[in-house]
């Protein structure tokens, strides 16, 4: 049995009812006359007035048109003959010329004529062993091919060349010095930052300190009583509590060791022995800080002394 005939058997069957019913509604729609319309969504109070004719489809004009079954396969035949010829056509067509890059790279005899991808491993299923040698020798092999190219060409040895925005060459030594000269002169107006916030007695007692060390070169090891240099140096320190001060004789009385004048008056001691500068009126505007520490050393000195005195009264 052909495909046709399996088709119109088991899918194109008709019942009789249908095709009467079918051949009825025919003959009167050509009765009527004009064009018929088969839609299913068709609205209209004409179909509600007849049950029989629920189905049927909408006349217009003079000329029917409805949808039908048809009894004729669309499945068409492939002869093998036709199959046979349309293969010997494409055999004797002329191959076409591949792209050697597009062909798969083979290896030579020693490599089993395996074929070779672009990583330098051998296609197919290998070891982790034979893959890791292949790697390494596709590696080794470009690295000997690039050291024997020209190092003008890979550009091997050459100095960097460095451009602004605009394209022009800048001058790496002229960068680096003007770079090295900025960065020493901020750190020439750090180090006189500094300088200028220790204050003037500091570097006053910095250069006698260092005038101290270079005398020192050739000072005696032993020093005694009748030095002339030592006695001279303890003479002219100031204490707050020396009870010679009024009426020793100083030269330099009234006068701060930075040159400036002194309040000539009694003033509160400090911890750092700096006096009053001559325009003071004579009010401490301090917090009480440095009254505190010096009692605050009395009571030390005032509980030690006692303590030994404990100790010895025994």
């Known amino acids: 049995m052909s495909l046709s005939s399996y088709l119109a058997?088991?899918?194109?069957?008709?019942?009789?009812?249908?095709?009467?019913?079918a051949k009825k509604r025919k003959r009167k729609a050509q009765q009527e006359g004009g064009v018929i319309i088969a839609d299913d969504d068709a609205l209209?109070?004409?179909?509600?007035?007849?049950?029989?004719?629920?189905d049927g489809p909408v006349t217009i004009g003079e000329t029917t048109k409805a949808f039908r079954r048809t009894t004729k396969s669309n499945w068409t035949?492939?002869?093998?003959?036709a199959a046979a010829a349309a293969d010997a056509i494409i055999a004797q067509a002329p191959p076409q010329a591949d792209d050697p890059d597009d062909q798969p790279a083979i290896v030579g005899a020693d490599d089993k004529s395996m074929q070779k991808m672009s990583s330098g491993a051998h296609a197919g299923l290998q070891t982790a062993a034979q893959v890791t040698a292949q790697l390494e020798r596709q590696r080794?092999?470009?690295?000997?091919?690039?050291n024997a190219q020209?190092?003008?060409?890979t550009g091997k040895g050459q100095e960097t060349i460095y451009r602004d925005a605009s394209g022009r060459i800048i001058n790496i030594a002229m960068a680096r010095q003007e770079a090295r000269k900025?960065?020493?002169?901020?750190?020439?107006?750090?180090?006189?930052?500094?300088?200028?916030?220790?204050?003037?007695?500091?570097?006053?007692?910095?250069?006698?300190?260092?005038?101290?060390?270079?005398?020192?070169?050739?000072?005696t090891l032993a020093r005694y009583a009748d030095d002339k240099e030592l006695?001279?140096?303890?003479?002219?320190k100031e204490l707050w509590n020396d009870p010679a001060a009024a009426f020793l004789t100083n030269k330099k009385k009234g006068l701060s060791k930075t040159g400036r004048l002194l309040y000539k008056g009694a003033a509160p001691p400090n911890r750092y022995q700096i006096?009053?500068?001559?325009?003071?009126?004579?009010?401490?505007?301090?917090?009480g800080f440095e009254k505190k520490w010096f009692q605050a050393q009395n009571v030390r000195k005032n509980r030690a002394q006692l303590e030994h005195d404990w100790q010895t009264d025994m």
């Open 140 to 146: 080794k092999a470009e690295l000997a091919r690039f």
């Open 150 to 153: 020209d190092p003008r060409e």
């Open 182 to 219: 900025k960065l020493e002169e901020e750190e020439a107006k750090q180090r006189q930052v500094v300088e200028q916030n220790k204050g003037e007695l500091q570097a006053v007692q910095r250069e006698e300190r260092k005038k101290e060390l270079e005398e020192a070169k050739y000072m």
């Open 231 to 236: 006695n001279e140096e303890m003479r002219e």
């Open 77 to 81: 035949t492939v002869d093998a003959d």
């Open 9 to 21: 058997q088991k899918y194109l069957t008709k019942d009789e009812p249908d095709r009467k019913k």
């Open 44 to 54: 209209g109070w004409d179909q509600a007035k007849d049950d029989d004719d629920d």
């Open 275 to 287: 006096l009053p500068g001559h325009r003071w009126d004579g009010v401490d505007r301090g917090n």
